[in-house]
């Protein structure tokens, strides 16, 4: 059977990559049969290419490599692809599936950290920043404030702003200003993060500690469901949408 290899960004964060494994322990759980390896690009081990390479050596001939990731943007666009093109195993055929996001899937466990948090539709009180990382490819960010857009329509809160940690525009501070122009009361900060690290962190601090703020999408069972669905369909052939 094709090995399904995940491979997330990676951080100094140990939080980070105890988060992923901890989602890979989902996804074998689902798939108890199917060689599931978590690998990352950078800051954390294993690296990807090691992890290629021993998949090869266990006898693998065929893997498909998912990237832990919830928008295309510079790694999936270029670090995924250079580390298994660095990696150089010609006996074995490599197959990169496509990243996460945009899915309904990412939005609902989204949606399901801030009802955990206690945050319910309706509250006409209540504005929510919806918070990624932020990217210098334009693409990525409009999927994220295209969600926020989506959560407006329909939410009944105060608003729905986007915002990111970095690399783009608005920052946490703004989308909080614009929701308190527009009468929100409280606010609580959705998390378009997988897993905890410096970033989400940031976004905490910077929503000030009034705000509610729900935890990054972590070991969520849709999120789980995902990864095998990306690994199925990188089989297959197919790609999703990229468009949110």
Known sequence: MTALVAVAHGSRDPRSAATVHELLDVVRALRPALDVRGSF????????GDVLRAVRG??????????LLLGEAYHARVDVPG?????????????????????????????????A????????????????AG???APANAAVAAIAARWAAGSGWAGVEPAFAA????????????????????????????????LPDRVAALAGPEAVVAEPLGADPEVAE???HRYAAALTGERHTRSA
């Open 58 to 67: 266990d006898g693998h001939r065929s893997a498909v490599v998912v990237p």
């Open 226 to 228: 995902l990864v095998l």
């Open 41 to 48: 690009l950078d800051l954390s081990a294993p690296r990807l």
């Open 167 to 198: 690399s783009a525009a608005p920052d946490v501070p703004s989308a909080v200003a614009r929701l308190r122009e527009r009468g929100a009361r409280r606010i609580a900060v959705a998390s378009w993060f997988l897993a905890p690290g410096r």
């Open 83 to 115: 580390a298994v093109a660095e990696a150089r195993l010609p006996a074995l055929e490599v197959t990169i599936a496509d990243v996460l996001g945009p899915d309904p899937r990412l939005e609902s466990a989204a949606l399901r950290r801030l009802a």
């Open 117 to 132: 948090r206690g945050v319910r539709f309706g509250d006409r009180d209540l504005g929510v920043v919806l918070a990624g």
């Open 135 to 137: 990217s210098s490819h």
